[in-house]
C-alpha cells in the first residue's frame, strides 16, 4: 500500500520539489536556484570543516551560512510558486540569494581576513595561520621591488640560498600596480589594512563590471548570469582570500564590451594589461581579433583589426620592455620557465584536473597531455574559422571554453583557475540578454495593452 502524501518520506517531498510539473512558469528557474545553492553548500561546508587553509576555513563558515539561507529562500520561493502564491516585498525576489553570497560569503569574511592578517603571518610556511593567499603578499612585494629596483622580479640566483615557491613573482609587470597602494601608503596597521591588494583586486573588477555595464547600456542582468559570475563559490572564495584572477577577468570582460561596442583601439589597449598581467588569458586575443574584423557583418574590417593589434602590440611592448631590459634573466625565470614547471623550482600548480593526472603518469603522459592541449587549441582555431563570433556573447563563449579546456588539460594547473570560465560564461549570458533588440515602440505599446 502506498504511503499517503502527507506521510511521504522527507527525502520523497524533497524531490517533488525537482520532479514534480510545476503550476507556475516560475518554479522552473526556481528548481535551478534551489540546486545551485544546495551545491554551493556542498563545497562550502567542507572547506570549513577540512581546509588547511585558515582562510578558506574562515570563508567557509561565512559561507555556509550564506548558501544555505539562499537554499533555504529558493525552497520557500519554489514552494510558493507550486502553490500559486507569489511573496511580496523583498524577500520575493530571486537576488535575495545573490544578495546574500555577495554580503555573507564576499564582503564580512573579506573584511575580516584583511583585520586578521595584521596580526602577521605572511611569508610563514604555515597554511593553517594564513589570512591571505600567499599570491597577496607577494604582489604587495613585487610593486615594493618595482619601486625600488625597477623591476618586480627577484634574482632567484643571487639570494645566497636556494630559492623558494614565495620567492618568484609568476605574474607580468601589470600585476604589480596592485600593491603599489601598499608599496606608498603602507607601515602602520590601519593603512596596511586599507591598502591590502584584495581590496585593490576588488575595486578593479567592481570598476570592471561597472564598466561593462555602461558600454552594454545598462541591460537587465539575469539571476544566472550573477549566479555563474559572482554567487559561485569560487568566485565568492578567490573574492574573500586571494582577488588577482578577478581583477583580471573583469578586465577580459571589459575587453570584450569595448570590443563589441566597436571601440577596438581602447580594447587592444586593455586587453595589453590583460596579458601583461596574467600570461594565461593571452589566447583570448585570437577570439577577440576574429572579433573585431568580422563584427560589422558587411565583410572583414581590416582597418578595425590593424588599430586594435597596434594597440595590442605596442601598449604590451611598452609594458614589459622596461623591466625586461632591467633584468632580462629575471624575467624569463619568472614569467615563463617558472609557470612552465622548468624554473629553478617547482611550480605548485599541481591540482588534480584531467591534464596533471595524464601528465603525473611518465613522459608518455606529459607528451600526451601537451598533445591534448596542442589539440584544443586546433580545436578552437577550427571552430573560430568556420564560425567566427559576430557579438560580445559569442566571443565570451568561445573564450570561456577556450580557457576551460587550457586549464583542465595543461599539466601544471590549479582547479582556482576555474573561476575564469565561471565568471566568463556568466558574462556570456548578461552579453546575451543586452544584445537582443529592443521591440519598436509601436510593438511594445500593442504588447503592453493586450
Not at 587553509?53 to 537554499?71: I, L, M
Not at 555577495?102 to 595561520?129: C, E, K, N, Q, Y
Not at 593571452?282 to 572583414?300: C, F, I, S
Amino acid at each position: 500500500m502506498e504511503t499517503e502524501v502527507g506521510q511521504a518520506p522527507a527525502w520523497r517531498r524533497a524531490a517533488r520539489l525537482f520532479t514534480a510539473p510545476p503550476r507556475t512558469g516560475e518554479a522552473a528557474p526556481l528548481r535551478w536556484d534551489l540546486g545551485f545553492y544546495l551545491a554551493c553548500l556542498a563545497f562550502a561546508l567542507p572547506t570549513a570543516l577540512v581546509s588547511e587553509f585558515y582562510g578558506y576555513r574562515v570563508w567557509g563558515n561565512f559561507a555556509t551560512v550564506a548558501y544555505g539561507f539562499g537554499a533555504v529562500h529558493s525552497g520557500y520561493l519554489l514552494l510558493s510558486a507550486r502553490s500559486g502564491r507569489t511573496p511580496r516585498g523583498v524577500l520575493g525576489s530571486r537576488w535575495c540569494g545573490i544578495v546574500a553570497v555577495a554580503l555573507l560569503a564576499m564582503i564580512l569574511p573579506l573584511a575580516l581576513l584583511v583585520i586578521r592578517r595584521l596580526t602577521g603571518a605572511d611569508w610563514l610556511i604555515t597554511p593553517f595561520s594564513w589570512a591571505a593567499q600567499p599570491e597577496v603578499w607577494v604582489i604587495e612585494r613585487s610593486a615594493d621591488l618595482l619601486l625600488h629596483h625597477g623591476t618586480p622580479y627577484v634574482d632567484v640566483g643571487a639570494l645566497g640560498r636556494a630559492p623558494e615557491v614565495n620567492d618568484y613573482t609568476p605574474y607580468g609587470p601589470v600585476m604589480a600596480v596592485f600593491g603599489l597602494p601598499r608599496a606608498l601608503f603602507g607601515g602602520t596597521p590601519l593603512t596596511n589594512a586599507l591598502t591590502d591588494a584584495r581590496w585593490m583586486f576588488a575595486l578593479a573588477a567592481g570598476a570592471c563590471v561597472l564598466g561593462t555595464l555602461k558600454l552594454l547600456k545598462w541591460p537587465k542582468v539575469p539571476v544566472g548570469a550573477a549566479q555563474l559570475a559572482l554567487a559561485c563559490p569560487l568566485t565568492a572564495l578567490t573574492w574573500a582570500v586571494a582577488g588577482p584572477d578577478l581583477a583580471i577577468v573583469g578586465l577580459l570582460v571589459l575587453t570584450c564590451a569595448l570590443a563589441a561596442t566597436g571601440r577596438v583601439a581602447w580594447s587592444g589597449l586593455v586587453l595589453a594589461l590583460v596579458v601583461s598581467a596574467k600570461l594565461i588569458v593571452a589566447p583570448a586575443a585570437a577570439v577577440l581579433a576574429v572579433l573585431v574584423l568580422v563584427r560589422r557583418g558587411n565583410g572583414l574590417d581590416w582597418a578595425a583589426l590593424g588599430r586594435f593589434a597596434a594597440a595590442l602590440v605596442a601598449t604590451t611592448a611598452a609594458l614589459h620592455l622596461p623591466v625586461y631590459l632591467v633584468d632580462p634573466a629575471a624575467f624569463v625565470e619568472h614569467v615563463f620557465r617558472f609557470p612552465l614547471g622548468m624554473g629553478a623550482v617547482r611550480s605548485p600548480a599541481a591540482s588534480p584536473l584531467p591534464g596533471h593526472l595524464i601528465a603525473e603518469t611518465g613522459p608518455v603522459g606529459q607528451v600526451a597531455a601537451f598533445g591534448l592541449v596542442g589539440a584544443a587549441a586546433v580545436t578552437m582555431v577550427v571552430w573560430l574559422v568556420r564560425r567566427p563570433p559576430a557579438n560580445g556573447s559569442a566571443a565570451l563563449l568561445r573564450i570561456a571554453v577556450g580557457l576551460g579546456a587550457l586549464i583542465l588539460l595543461t599539466p601544471a594547473t590549479r582547479y582556482g583557475y576555474l573561476v575564469y570560465p565561471l565568471v566568463l560564461l556568466g558574462a556570456h549570458l548578461a552579453f546575451r540578454v543586452a544584445e537582443v533588440p529592443a521591440a519598436p515602440p509601436a510593438q511594445q505599446s500593442a504588447t503592453t495593452s493586450s
